[in-house]
């Protein structure tokens, strides 16, 4: 198998410059440089290193929840041809190039074209986890150490081969957290708030962060997606928004209706939570969250930026600038996690919280 040379990075097809810019920034924060090649709504792209032996530093310094365009990554080596008589054969010599593995991943790119390979995936890494269990190539050991083995299908017999850190990827196959619609919701975008909980939130802090009668606000809440998965968290909320909310939200009793500009309104107490979706330029609900929290309104907050046509990345990241400077300035210790879910279209989610 050939060195181990470039990261395979996983995103929404369309995006693949803004990964691009996105893993090209953090390498060279860390002296790692190399090039990028990708086509445009493949939905992956590849990260070429100058010095293969960086690879493995990449994995362990950069921090993959700070990741924003980045479903999923691997260091891999080239594309793999192989010979569909004997495929698992063919992988097995090369795993001696690669860390001992924990677990088996397959994977394929979240495009039209990619899905078409699911079934043959889902079907080959079964077959391959349980050979390699039998002879010895999938191994116990601490989760701290464990890596991941992945191969990332284009065909039947074609695929890259590499590895990952089990507790510096992506947590889900593909970066993509399995959610199902509730029918009882008023809309999908309900499922933008609870992609984002799974990603921004431990799972064991919902009990605390998310806890039950607690306080939050929705800002933009019509008709109520957001607002519905408070509810469901036995959430009291103030819904603002100028148009109507769906009836049933507010014969729950949980729910005020507040119409009024979602962008002048101020809490008269403050919340355990504010949520935004408001459809405006990103930096005025960056300006707007970063207000919530360093007012003290409440004491943390998830909120939408709504992405340009062009300048993607740019843009996010002069909103998140622009965050951080003003907390830096009021001296506040804070968190600050952006990612562009599954969920999301032209926009990127956000959690800012004082520390």
């Known amino acids: 198998m050939s060195d181990l040379d470039r990261l395979l990075l996983q995103c929404r097809a369309g995006f693949e410059k803004e990964a691009a810019a996105e893993i090209t920034d953090q390498c060279a924060a860390l002296g790692i440089y190399g090039y990028c090649t990708l086509n445009s709504d493949d939905g992956y792209l590849l990260f070429h290193l100058q010095q293969p032996e960086d690879g493995e530093r990449a994995l362990r310094e950069l921090r993959f929840r700070e990741f924003i365009f980045i479903r999923q990554w691997a260091l891999v080596g080239e594309c793999l041809e192989l010979a569909p008589?004997?495929?698992?054969?063919?992988?097995?010599?090369?795993?001696?190039?690669?860390?001992?593995?924990?677990?088996?991943?397959?994977?394929?790119?979240?495009?039209?074209?990619?899905?078409?390979?699911?079934?043959?995936?889902?079907?080959?890494?079964?077959?391959?986890?349980?050979?390699?269990?039998?002879?010895?190539?999938?191994?116990?050991?601490?989760?701290?150490?464990?890596?991941?083995?992945?191969?990332?299908?284009?065909?039947?017999?074609?695929?890259?081969?590499?590895?990952?850190?089990?507790?510096?990827?992506?947590?889900?196959?593909?970066?993509?957290?399995?959610?199902?619609?509730?029918?009882?919701?008023?809309?999908?975008?309900?499922?933008?708030?609870?992609?984002?909980?799974?990603?921004?939130?431990?799972?064991?802090?919902?009990?605390t962060r998310l806890a039950h009668s607690s306080t939050a606000v929705d800002l933009g809440a019509a008709p109520g997606g957001w607002t519905w998965q408070l509810v469901q968290r036995s959430m009291f909320v103030t819904a603002v928004d100028n148009g109507p909310m769906q009836p049933a939200l507010m014969e729950s009793g949980q729910v005020r209706h507040v119409q009024e500009d979602a962008y002048r309104f101020v809490p008269d107490q403050p919340v355990n939570l504010m949520v935004?979706?408001?459809?405006?330029?990103?930096?005025?609900?960056?300006?707007?969250?970063?207000?919530?929290?360093?007012?003290?309104?409440?004491?943390?907050?998830?909120?939408?930026?709504?992405?340009?046509?062009?300048?993607?990345?740019?843009?996010?990241?002069?909103?998140?600038?622009?965050?951080?400077?003003r907390c830096m300035q009021a001296g506040v210790a804070y968190e600050l996690l952006t990612r562009h879910l599954y969920h999301d279209r032209e926009e990127v989610t956000c959690l800012l919280r004082r520390l």
């Open 276 to 325: 935004c979706d408001v459809v405006d330029k990103p930096v005025k609900t960056a300006a707007m969250a970063a207000d919530w929290v360093l007012n003290g309104y409440c004491n943390e907050a998830i909120f939408n930026l709504k992405l340009p046509m062009k300048q993607r990345y740019q843009e996010v990241i002069g909103c998140l600038n622009l965050i951080a400077e």
């Open 85 to 207: 008589d004997d495929r698992i054969g063919q992988i097995s010599a090369l795993l001696q190039d690669l860390p001992t593995a924990t677990e088996l991943w397959v994977e394929y790119p979240d495009t039209t074209e990619g899905r078409e390979m699911a079934r043959f995936a889902r079907k080959f890494g079964s077959a391959l986890a349980q050979h390699l269990r039998r002879n010895g190539g999938l191994e116990k050991q601490s989760r701290n150490r464990a890596q991941r083995l992945l191969l990332f299908t284009l065909s039947g017999s074609q695929l890259y081969l590499g590895y990952a850190p089990v507790r510096n990827s992506a947590p889900w196959p593909m970066g993509l957290p399995r959610l199902k619609f509730p029918k009882d919701a008023p809309s999908r975008s309900t499922l933008k708030l609870e992609e984002a909980w799974h990603w921004f939130i431990p799972r064991e802090e919902w009990d």
